[in-house]
């Protein structure tokens, strides 16, 4: 009778635990929310940045320029830079064409007046991205005594960690201003009737910033 009790017993035991399992709940799965990105403080690298700028001379060559001296910072919202704040500003007086006499020229009241008005200075007020790489960035930049609404179409190479350990993210930005619109007006006429120094500048930025630890 014993056995028998135990035989049953042993074969009644599985379908016990089938049972218990089937009633227990089930485990749910739990999700991990991505990090958020937080907004992030960006200064330019000066050592690996560059300010150039190129002007038609003659109506048959153009004149290319630096500015050595400037200073700059991004503040970033998310990874992708989308609706970051930008802001530079440039020291006249550091102007450089490869020609003092010409570089002394355009300090001077005919062109920057570098002493009344020692600095440029940009400040966006949109940075949008169009698609994958290409953003478009508004502003307004101030040159002597004028401030003009300016567009910039802008590349945005990408970040990466240096063998430091800092975040470095590079940008190429270009737009074409009038320069007669900001007061620097000298010019001359050729015989042929062409002027000396053509109206467009075209500005390229070569920009590579930091990211604030």
Do not use: C
């Not at 056995?3 to 035991?13: M, S, Y």
């Not at 007046?113 to 698609?131: D, L, Q, R, W």
């Amino acid at each position: 009778m014993k056995k028998g009790i135990i035989l049953f017993a042993i074969a009644v035991a599985p379908l016990t635990l089938l049972a218990q399992k089937a009633k227990a709940p089930a485990k749910k799965a739990v999700q991990t929310a991505a990090p958020a990105v937080t907004a992030a403080h960006w200064d330019v690298d000066k050592a690996h940045t560059s300010l150039k700028f190129t002007v038609q001379h003659l109506v048959i060559s153009e004149v290319e320029g630096v500015f050595k001296m400037f200073d700059g910072s991004v503040e970033s919202k998310g990874a992708d830079f989308n609706n970051a704040s930008v802001n530079f500003t440039v020291d006249v007086a550091s102007v450089n064409t490869g020609d003092e006499k010409r570089d002394g020229h355009l300090k001077s009241d005919d062109f920057f007046n570098a002493e009344k008005y020692p600095k440029m200075v940009f400040n966006s007020t949109s940075f949008k991205k169009i698609k994958g790489n290409m953003y478009v960035l508004e502003g307004n930049l101030t040159i002597r005594d004028v401030t003009k609404k300016v567009k910039w179409a802008v590349i945005f190479n990408g970040t990466v960690k240096d063998p430091w350990g800092n975040v470095k993210a590079g940008f190429k930005a270009t737009t074409k201003i009038n320069r007669k619109e900001y007061g620097l007006k000298w010019n001359v006429m050729t015989e042929a009737g062409g002027a000396v120094v053509g109206d467009e500048v075209a500005i390229t930025v070569n920009a590579e910033f930091t990211q604030k630890k």
